[in-house]
Structures are given as C-alpha cells and as structure tokens.
C-alpha cells in the first residue's frame, strides 16, 4: 500500500528553544507558503500520485501545535478542504511532547487531523537535558497516551547518540517508545550539523560524534525491537533534498542510504549466528530484499568471501515474507531472538 505526505515545512516556527543539534533550515529551505501556493502545491500532488492508495497533508519541520492559533487554523482550514473533497485521507503534523494536551486536542477536534509525529528523541532525563529538549519522560508518556486515547495515529521520532547517550539508554529509548504501541518510528542518529550548538559543543570536547559503525550495531538492536514488536520504522536516518545540505555535517554517522545499510548488517549478523556447514552459502529470501541481503554494494558478499572464504548465493523466493530469509532449511527472523 503507498502512502504519499504532501510535505509543508515550518522551519523551527514554534520551537520554544532550540534544540543543541537541530538546523531545520538546512534540512528543508522553505517556509510556510501563501495559500495560492499552497494550493498550488497539493493539486500539482494530487495530479501527479493518482496512484497512491492514500494522502495526507503533512506540517513538518518545527513545533505545529505551538504556532498562533490563528496561523493553525489557516492551514488546518486549507487542508481540511482537500480532505473534505475526498483527494485528501487526512493531516499530519509533527510538535512537540510538551505542545500536547486535551484542550489544544479539542481544538484540533475540528479539523480532520489523522496523524500526529512527536519528537520523542529519548527517554532518558539527562539526555534529554544535555540536548536542551525542554521537555521531560513526563510530557513524553501524557503527550503519547492524549494522542492514542483521542484516536488519532501516533508517530514517534528517536534519536541515537544525543549527548549524554549512550547504547544502554538508546535500547532503553526503544523499549520504551516499543511500549507506547506508536503507528510507526522514525530514527535519526545524530549529526553534527555545521553551526549548531552542537558542533560548539563538539570543538570544545564536549561531545563526540557517533562513528558509523558504532551506529550499525545499535541499529541492528534498536530495529529489532521494532520489528520484533511489528511497529514500522518509516525512516532511518536524516535525509534532505537540499544540494548543501551533506556539506554542512560537520560530523557522525551520515551515509545517503542508512536504512538499507541497517538491514544488510541485519541480513549479515543474523546468518553469521547461525552459519554452519561450509561451502556456499545459500539463503532464501522475499524478491524484494535480494540486494539488501547480498549487503550494500554487495559488502556481505565480501564479508562472507574475506572471513570464511565461503560464497553467499541469494535466492528470490515469492512465498517469504519481508525481513527474514530461509537458511538450511529453516526460517529465521531478522530480528535479534535474545534482546
Ligand atoms: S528538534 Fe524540533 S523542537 Fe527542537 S529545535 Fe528542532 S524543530 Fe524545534
């Protein structure tokens, strides 16, 4: 099923801080748009996705619930009219933990939102205050628990490697979110973006920077939990269209393809744990994760070759399912059993 956000972008517009590491203006360099341009945009999508199986029309960006109500209600009325026409499924938005409450609920009551993305980012208190997120584990579990009880879709955003984390309380993070039952994650490892506070912090020796490979092996857990629990993670990884956006990481764990690279170290430390036998290496998996299991840019065939001297051999086979692969015979998760 494909699902199609319209994407609107706020920059920082209601943040009531900002956070140590965030540059939304480099992430996406717009603003919020008059309304011909609004409308512009959702008709050039709607022409343009007849296929899609559902739309919505999506706030990114900044902090939805905190703008002037008056500045909400254009755009929720804006919105709301495609909806009401039927092109439209319905609206999302991402905000804050502590920018969620009954009464801003009972507003947002009269408008047809059916998603709301709340940047989570941790669970842990100190992280949460190293990183100057201004809201606390407190505002985290009220804001998930109005948001599911009111019925609307729960997205949870997480972040690993915020200073002060650490693998333990990044796990810990995941549990904890695993156990608000959201709709879906999104997880970014941190990045050192150039101008922030946290690129300050880094040069004074205050925080260092995730390594990739530190980033893969928590991942592997991280997603495992996730999968485990049947919770999709819609993104992995911060991502932007802006041409000047991979010059300004000043530092940690970037790579274009993040996601893909997980689930190919998945693909390759779930077969190791089991690897028996010698010779080739023969898996079964669905058609649609053939190159992830071969590893990107065919790195676990190489791995498998240069440690044990074996070749890996991936057969499609229809009948499997994502995420898991069929090995001598037998079925296996590519999630991690022992967490
Ligand atoms: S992370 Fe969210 S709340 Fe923090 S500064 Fe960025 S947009 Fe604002």
């Not at 945009?41 to 109500?69: H, N, Q, W």
């Not at 947002?108 to 941790?122: A, D, H, R």
């Not at 940690?252 to 028996?276: C, D, F, I, T």
């Amino acid at each position: 099923m494909s699902h199609i956000n319209i994407p609107f972008f706020l920059p920082h517009m209601g943040c009531t801080q900002r956070c140590v590491y965030c540059d939304q203006n480099l992430i996406a360099n717009e603003k919020l748009p008059a309304e011909e341009e609004f409308r512009r945009k959702v008709e050039a999508y709607l022409e343009a996705s007849k296929k899609a199986d559902s739309m919505e029309i999506a706030f990114f960006g900044g902090s939805f619930t905190v703008l002037p109500r008056e500045v909400q209600k254009k755009y929720l009325s804006l919105a709301a009219e495609y909806v009401g026409k039927g092109a439209i499924r319905g609206i999302r938005f991402s905000t804050r933990p502590d920018a969620i409450d009954h009464e801003i609920i009972n507003f947002l009551e009269e408008y047809p939102v059916t998603t709301i993305e709340l940047g989570v980012q941790s669970a842990d208190e100190r992280v949460l205050t190293a990183s100057k997120r201004g809201h606390d584990l407190v505002d985290i579990l009220k804001s998930t628990s109005i948001v599911k009880r009111r019925g609307y879709r729960l997205g949870i955003q997480m972040m690993t490697g915020l200073p002060g984390d650490d693998y333990e309380r990044s796990v810990y993070t995941a549990d904890k979110i695993a156990a608000l039952r959201p709709q879906f994650v999104r997880i970014y490892p941190t990045l050192v973006l150039k101008g922030t506070i946290l690129e300050q912090m880094m040069n004074r020796g205050e925080y260092i920077p995730w390594e990739i490979e530190e980033t893969l092996e928590l991942a592997d857990v991280i997603m495992s939990i996730f999968l485990r629990e049947n919770i999709p993670v819609i993104r992995l990884g911060l991502y932007s269209e802006n041409p000047d956006f991979e010059s300004n990481i000043a530092a940690g764990p970037y790579h274009p393809a993040l996601k893909s690279l997980v689930l190919s170290r998945m693909y390759r430390n779930r077969l190791e744990e089991r690897l028996a036998g010698s010779g080739d290496i023969h898996l079964k998996v669905s058609p649609f994760d053939v190159s992830t299991a071969y590893g990107h840019g065919g790195q676990n065939r190489q791995y498998f070759m240069e440690k044990y001297g074996r070749r890996l051999c991936v057969k499609s086979e229809e009948t499997l399912p994502r995420y898991c692969f069929e090995y001598q015979g037998r079925h296996v998760p590519l999630y991690k059993e022992n967490l």
